[in-house]
């Protein structure tokens, strides 16, 4: 009787499941889950993605790539008079930039978001333990001059290409007693409200904000009350963290969640490409290229790669378009360099290397390489034209590009061995030192406008002078790029711009420091009722424009 | 015994001092630390931010330093603060430890009745229709992944007859307790299939074994009816060595669910130690890792007194 009775129970609960309201939550599907919601402290992806709907920066490149006003009433450019050159101590010239801040912003708890916030918010990120490392670092400013209640002028050390672009601004009402309280170092990402308190609404000045939040599992957003833009779509957001990929598609299929974030932190192409296969009509699917460069890392000091026409074979012996046409079905763009198409900065005549099998071995003859009879070149010291290729284990889909590599590869009569390791001994230790011996593979992010200084810049090859720290693991090292680098992180004339940007591309091409592959497409499947959703590709995420989503 | 229990508390803890400081190496030897992975993704990622950051986050410092100054703290009740949650660590121990109990105890107790259930019917007629059947479905408990399991379940349970959630611990705005239910229904089943049928195995085992001794014939001898032999005379002694099992396995529980949650999307202790090595979250890993020794430990030692009750003749 009582197993009957519980039963009963069991049944009836079970039948509650698919009693729903219809579209006033939206459940997103994330793979991944943010170890903070301090928007500014080691940002991850997935933080940003979270974020996006709660706090705003000041301004942020849209889907089209073109940099934007958010909390602004206008970008500071030198043409409106809101950015200016001024003369510091010494003969140099540095920047004056006005932010006007948009004069209905209000802080989730109803305190409006003031210039003051901006100050404050500028003093907690220039001071190094703080530990602040956001994209656009407020120690570019060395002075904020508060004019009014909307108004500040931030003075830049130089003058700086990227001088109108600046991140979240900080609630100094709700911060402002932590950092009062303790500014030693390590003391404020101990201490923030947004580790502490997250559901605190004064953190928040997006059109949500947090109503509960439960470590490595959800978050969950609700309306912001004094949000002032467009009213958001939902009574209520829901970010759910499912790890397991094939699960979160089973959670997708089940409709626990409604969609699954793209920007790298949902379902992998070829997984979003088998949904797609399966359920064609279930959901809308959008691949979108991103700036996530995927690529091929030669080392300088390989003897074998230090003659250009090798890395040009290299180059030439990839079937890249087939790869991409077989494992991705076409979905992301072969890579010239490592500027995407879609930026502003690409130079459309610097050329794809296409697939060039006779090419690439007429150019190994002519560099003195010949096959032998296994089939693997060999030069007149005997040396056999053979690499070890390296890049994250476990990561299937790079594994199968390695296969159909290393296939196209030894046509050429190049000999290539895989040596993967994990994630963490690539990064931690292999790339760091630099002790990799030819090529390793894996993926880059970069900001829209963001010059090759930390990939390409000299001084950015990881060393003990810079305690391991630079990011230009391939060792590349050359004058002319790094004095386009200098040159073009200080220039403001949109068309020298990309000129210098121009010139980089095509010093990169002819020099091949590293084998581009392709562009990562992100897989933004969401629900065929959802509108207003635009994923842009780049950092500043579709949850910046989270306010236009809406069930249609 | 209570000389017994203090001398068994004194070797636990210097199990939990000798453990800590291998975990604490073992993280450390790993390469890299969590900063390293953050250069590849963060354009603001600049070699002084980076030596920084190593320095707020203490990475700058030589391990065995770093190990006594947690150890320090430790014993003053500080276990310091996660960097992968940015919380303290008890904080974030403490929610993941009550969603493991939830979880473990469901499954624990649900597996054990089963196990007693079918090991003891299987163990009655050894070779008979039943005991094949009960071998069959131990046998599959055993071998079938449990990611596998959990995927079926969720296949068939959520996508196809949508009479469970798929994931998570429950429904946003609604938080009661038949939602509450419903959410752990399978992943308490998954787990408990799982470790049913090593459990079938050794009572199965025991039973066989017990049911051949002299004091059941004598039992039977003397007009003992069956179910009187097998509960009474049989089922307790058979209990000595399936009493050993279950506590070790039921200090892994705490640390071995990794899968279940992860694939049923439950924030437990198995997954919270995972991603804190992985993530080289040194303090939380520890004290997680620490707590399932402790609760191996302390399981081990309800199992030796159990030892005592089960038989008399156990002297501790």
Not at chain 1, 485 to 491: N, P, S
Not at chain 2, 262 to 267: H, I, K, L, R, V
Request: proline letters at 6%; charged letters at 15%; glycine letters at 8%.
């Amino acid at each position: 009787m009582k197993f009957r009775a519980a039963l009963a129970l069991l049944l009836a609960t079970a039948g509650a499941a698919t009693a729903q309201p219809k579209h006033d939550t939206l459940t997103i599907g994330i793979a991944q889950f943010p170890s903070s919601l301090q928007p500014d402290i080691d940002p991850e992806v997935v933080r940003g993605y979270a974020m996006g709907f709660v706090i705003r920066q000041i301004t942020a490149f849209d889907k089209d790539w073109h940099n934007t006003c958010l909390l602004c009433t206008e970008l500071p450019t030198l043409d409106n008079g809101l950015a200016k050159i001024e003369d510091l101590p010494g003969g140099k010239k540095g920047m004056a930039v006005t932010i006007k801040l948009k004069p209905d912003l209000q802080w989730g708890d109803g305190q409006p978001v003031t210039a003051k916030d901006i100050a404050f918010t500028w003093k907690l990120g220039s001071d190094p333990s703080s530990g602040f490392s956001n994209g656009n670092p407020w120690n570019r400013a060395t002075k904020v001059d508060v004019v009014d209640d909307h108004t500040a002028v931030l003075h830049l050390d130089k003058v700086r290409s990227d001088y109108n672009q600046w991140d979240q601004i900080l609630p100094e009402h709700i911060e402002g007693a932590i950092v009062a309280k303790d500014n030693s170092a390590g003391a404020y990402i101990n201490g923030t409200n947004y580790n502490r308190a997250p559901i605190n609404p004064g953190l928040y000045d997006g059109p949500f904000i947090i109503t509960s939040y439960e470590s490595g599992n959800q978050i969950v957003m609700e309306p912001n009350p004094h949000w002032s833009g467009t009213k958001p779509g939902f009574k209520r957001i829901v970010l759910r963290h499912i790890e397991n990929t094939a699960a979160l598609q089973a959670n997708l299929l089940s409709g626990d969640v409604d969609m699954v974030a793209g920007e790298g932190v949902g379902l992998t192409i070829d997984q979003a490409l088998s949904l797609q296969k399966a359920h064609p009509d279930q959901f809308h699917y959008e691949f979108k290229p991103s700036l996530t460069y995927e690529h091929i890392d030669l080392k300088k000091e390989n003897k074998l790669l230090a003659d250009v026409r090798v890395r040009r074979a290299l180059l030439m012996a990839m079937d890249r378009q087939t790869m991409v046409d077989r494992l991705f079905q076409g979905k992301q763009p072969v890579a010239a360099t490592w500027v995407n198409p879609l930026s502003p900065m690409y130079d459309a005549s610097i050329p794809v290397v296409k697939f060039d099998l006779p090419g690439a071995k007429a150019l190994l003859k002519e560099a003195g390489w010949t096959p032998g009879s296994d089939g693997v070149c060999r030069n007149a010291a005997g040396d056999r034209l053979a690499f070890e290729l390296g890049t994250t284990a476990g990561n299937r889909l790079r594994e199968l590009q390695e296969q159909v590599l290393q296939s196209n590869w030894k046509n050429a009569c190049i000999e290539v061995t895989l040596k993967n390791e994990p994630a963490r001994t690539l990064f931690g230790d292999t790339l760091k030192h630099r002790t990799y011996t030819a090529m390793e593979m894996y993926g880059w992010s970069s900001a829209v406008t963001e010059s090759p200084f930390r990939t390409l810049g000299t001084s950015q090859i990881p060393n003990q002078a810079n305690n391991f720290g630079g990011a230009n693991y391939p060792g590349f090292s050359d004058a002319k790029m790094d004095a386009d680098i200098t040159a073009v992180d200080g220039e403001l004339d949109p068309a020298k711009q990309k000129a210098i940007w121009a010139d980089m591309q095509k010093l990169y091409a002819d020099q091949i420091p590293v084998l581009p592959l392709f562009f990562r497409a992100e897989p933004h499947i969401t629900p065929t009722w959802l509108q207003g959703y635009t994923p842009t590709g780049q950092g500043d995420v579709s949850s910046y424009w989270a306010e236009n989503w809406h069930a249609g | 015994m209570t000389r017994f229990i203090l001398r068994r508390v004194g070797q636990a803890l210097i199990v939990l001092l000798v453990m800590s400081f291998v975990i604490y190496s073992l993280i450390g030897l790993m390469p890299g630390d969590p900063i390293d992975v953050m250069i590849a993704s963060n354009p603001g990622a600049t070699p002084e931010v980076v030596a920084h950051l190593r320095a707020i986050y203490g990475l700058d410092q030589p391990i065995m330093l770093r190990y006594w100054y947690w150890l320090v703290a430790a014993l003053q009740g500080d276990f310091g603060f996660s960097r992968t949650h940015s919380q303290p660590v008890l904080e974030v121990l403490g929610p993941a430890l009550l969603q493991t109990c939830k979880l473990m105890f469901a499954s624990f107790i649900l597996s054990v009745l089963l196990a007693f259930a079918l090991g003891v019917a299987a163990a009655l007629k050894p070779g008979g229709i039943i005991d094949n059947i009960v071998s069959l479905f131990a046998f599959a408990g055993i071998s079938v992944p449990v990611f596998w399991l959990a995927l079926v379940m969720i296949l068939v349970f959520a996508v196809q007859l949508h009479w469970f959630p798929a994931s998570g611990i429950s429904t946003v705005g609604d938080g009661g307790f038949n939602d509450y239910l419903r959410h752990l229904v399978m992943p308490v089943t998954t787990l408990a299939l799982a470790n049913t049928g090593h459990f079938t195995r050794f009572v199965r085992a025991a039973m066989i074994e017990t049911l051949r001794m002299d004091h059941v014939r004598t039992a039977r001898a003397k007009g003992a009816g069956e179910g009187r032999i097998v509960m009474i005379h049989a089922l307790r002694n058979a209990m000595i060595p399936v009493v050993t099992v279950m506590a070790l396995s039921f200090g892994s529980l705490f640390s071995g669910a990794l899968i279940t949650e992860t694939m049923f999307a439950q924030p437990g202790m198995g997954k919270m130690i995972y991603d804190a090595i992985l993530g080289n979250d040194f303090n939380l890993a520890l004290t997680g890792l620490l707590f399932a020794t402790l609760v191996t430990l302390l399981s081990n030692l309800v199992a030796d007194l159990a030892y005592g009750w089960l038989d008399p003749r156990i002297s501790l």
